[in-house]
């Protein structure tokens, strides 16, 4: 187990970020608003979560302890695998997934790609008594460094991670063509605000 990650950020992708090591460099699995707050050649310290399979090794990072926890938590219910949960804390915030599951909440936990309504009952039914209580805490942590993409990044990185959460480029597109004003109105875009428009507008389509 690989409980997280301390080193230098070597180099950032739409899907996943390099962080430096001794030497070595992890490539580390994260979700959109994780990459959008770092920065190249910073300190960073990443919760982590390592997903060993026969073929692969994968390392996935965390803003966060809190979802690093969750993201462990909801692979216990069956039919929830890596991606899946991946997808499930980038749509929504720890304590948005926490109190849908809590209040039996159905149609917030079907905004996620790849979850339907038996999806999120059955869900709901393995994971209410464990999942526990909304704790109020901050979608950030500090070991983050503050800081959000310029105008012309967003776009590429909610595109990703629309794709990645498994829709398809063309209604990746839309989307993020329908998110566009909203961007506009800050000059500071948040990714992951964005991001969870764009599935709204997906989801609604």
């Given at each position: 187990m690989i409980a997280f990650v301390r080193g230098q950020v070597a180099a950032l992708g739409l899907t996943s970020v390099v962080v430096e090591v001794g030497g070595i460099g992890l490539e580390l699995q994260c979700a959109p608003d994780t990459i959008a707050g770092l920065r190249h050649g910073e300190a960073v310290t990443l919760p982590t979560s390592l997903v060993v399979r026969e073929d692969s090794l994968t390392l996935f990072g965390f803003a966060e302890e809190d979802e690093r926890q969750l993201f462990e938590l909801v692979q216990t219910a069956s039919g929830v695998g890596p991606k899946l949960a991946q997808a499930m804390l980038a749509v929504l915030r720890p304590d948005v997934l926490r109190r849908a599951v809590a209040t039996e909440d159905v149609r917030t936990l079907t905004t996620v790609p790849g979850i339907g309504q038996k999806g999120a009952q059955r869900i709901i039914l393995e994971l209410k008594d464990r999942i526990g209580a909304p704790t109020g805490g901050a979608q950030a942590a500090s070991s983050v460094a503050a800081g959000a993409p310029v105008a012309a990044e967003w776009e590429g990185q909610v595109h990703a991670g629309l794709v990645?959460?498994?829709?398809?480029?063309?209604?990746?597109?839309?989307?993020?063509?329908?998110?566009?004003?909203?961007?506009?109105l800050t000059t500071v875009p948040d990714v992951a605000a964005l991001l969870r428009s764009a599935l709204r507008t997906l989801s609604r389509s």
């Open positions: 990645g959460l498994g829709w398809s480029a063309k209604e990746a597109d839309k989307a993020v063509a329908a998110v566009a004003p909203e961007a506009g």
